[in-house]
């Protein structure tokens, strides 16, 4: 099974950018997954997760109210919509999954994707 991140990119401050992550197996299309980043010279830090059919939804509190995840089940997608980026929301950004839902636990979730670098910067 593998987790395919995509959609990062170079965007000006006040922009939008959505991330995907797409599961290689139709199993994983309803596991719990999360977004986490991780800055240069930084450690990694929670962004979101979200519960199996969007049945619990959690935000870092730095990007409450600017990024939006959803799942799209059909696609075996999840998505992450990030409006609003400042350029402290630089970072490589990666989806991860399991079984059950972690939250923001990094360590609890045993698949990850490669990770798609997003650069906000004029």
């Known amino acids: 099974v593998q987790l395919q991140a995509s959609g990062g990119g170079l965007v000006q401050p006040g922009g939008s950018l959505r991330l995907s992550c797409a599961a290689s197996e139709r199993a994983f299309v309803d596991y719990p997954m999360g977004w986490f980043r991780q800055a240069p010279g930084k450690e990694r830090e929670f962004v979101a997760a979200?519960?199996?059919?969007?049945?619990?939804?959690y935000y870092a509190d730095s990007v409450k109210g600017r990024f939006t995840i959803s799942r799209d089940s059909v696609k075996n997608t999840v998505y992450l919509q990030m409006n609003s980026l400042t350029p402290e929301d630089t970072a490589v950004y990666y989806c991860?999954?399991?079984?059950?839902?972690?939250?923001?636990?990094?360590?609890?979730?045993?698949?990850w994707g490669q990770g798609t670098l997003v650069t906000v910067s004029s």
């Open positions: 991860a999954a399991d079984f059950e839902y972690h939250g923001a636990v990094a360590d609890k979730y045993e698949l």
């Open positions: 979200i519960a199996r059919s969007g049945s619990s939804i």
